[in-house]
Every structure is written in C-alpha cells, then in structure tokens.
C-alpha cells in the first residue's frame, strides 16, 4: 500500500506536556490525543500510515510533530502550518521544514493570516509558489468559514499557472 492510498483521513495530534511542548498562549487544551494514541487506533483498524497536521495549538512552533515524524518516519507525514507573518520568515520555515524536516505537505489556515488580508494576498502567493517549487501538497482549511469568491479564483488562477 502506498501513501496516496492511505491519505484519505486526518488526525491532528498533541500532547499534554506543555513543559516541553508549550501551547501557543490562548490555545491551551484539555483534551488528549498523543501519537501514541493515534499509532495505537491505526493499529487496531489495520491503518498502516497518517498524515499529521500541525495542531493549532502550537501555532509555528513545529517541534512536537517534528519529532513524532523522526520518531515514525515509516508512519506518519507531517503537514505544517504557513506563516503569513510579515517580513517573510514563512518562505524560510517553509524551506527548512520541507529540506531539513521532511514534511510533505503546507496547510493555509485563513485564521491566521493578517486581519483583512486575504490568502492569495503577496506572502499567500510567495507561499504557494515555494510549495510548489519544492513539490508538496498544499491543503487549505476551509470548515467554520464561508468558502469566498476570491478563494475560488485564486485556486482556479494557482491550477492552470
């Protein structure tokens, strides 16, 4: 079985040890959902691979799911978080998490990007070209908001450049 045929699920895992993988401030939790839980129910349904995405409880700090992806490499990809903070640091985080992380997909969250900016705005493009310059997946978190016009064009622009 490969991965593309594995990758129709997600689970976004975290941990309860803020000591040594503190939450991003306000996106603290209470709820438990470890890889070893997640390697645990893959095991009883026979599931031999995931995808984790990055928990927006960490925000850019990548270091758990960095390390759950060194521990399993035969088990999980990972799948970061774009940063759209200004001055450019996410095509740099980008880079340095797909050539020396491994990760193999980018998730654009629009909740975090700039008030009254959109994801197709420079740094989205800058972003979404890099992704795709370095071969990998781009998802776009799209439950809990309306999907936008402008969302639309600017996939439909991104396929066909």
């Not at 593309?4 to 603290?28: C, H, R, T």
């Not at 700090?61 to 001055?87: E, I, M, N």
Request: proline share 6%; charged share 20%.
């Amino acid at each position: 079985m490969s991965w593309s045929d594995i990758l129709g699920g997600v689970f976004i895992a975290w941990m309860l040890n803020a000591k040594e993988y503190p939450y991003f401030p306000g996106q603290e939790t209470t709820l438990i959902g470890s890889s070893d839980d997640l390697l645990k129910s893959m095991e009883e349904a026979g599931v031999d691979g995931a995808l984790i995405v990055q928990p927006i409880n960490y925000m850019f700090d990548h270091s758990y799911v960095t390390s759950v992806l060194q521990k399993h490499p035969d088990k999980f990809l990972g799948c970061f978080l774009a940063d759209p903070s200004d001055g450019g640091n996410g095509i740099a985080k980008l880079e340095h998490l797909v050539t020396k992380e491994g990760y193999k997909a980018m998730r654009f969250n629009p909740y975090l990007w700039p008030p009254n900016e959109k994801m197709n705005n420079e740094i989205g493009r800058k972003l979404f070209a890099k992704a795709g310059e370095l071969g990998i997946a781009v998802g776009f978190m799209c439950f809990k908001v309306q999907i936008e016009p402008y969302m639309i064009f600017f996939f439909q622009e991104k396929c066909v450049e």
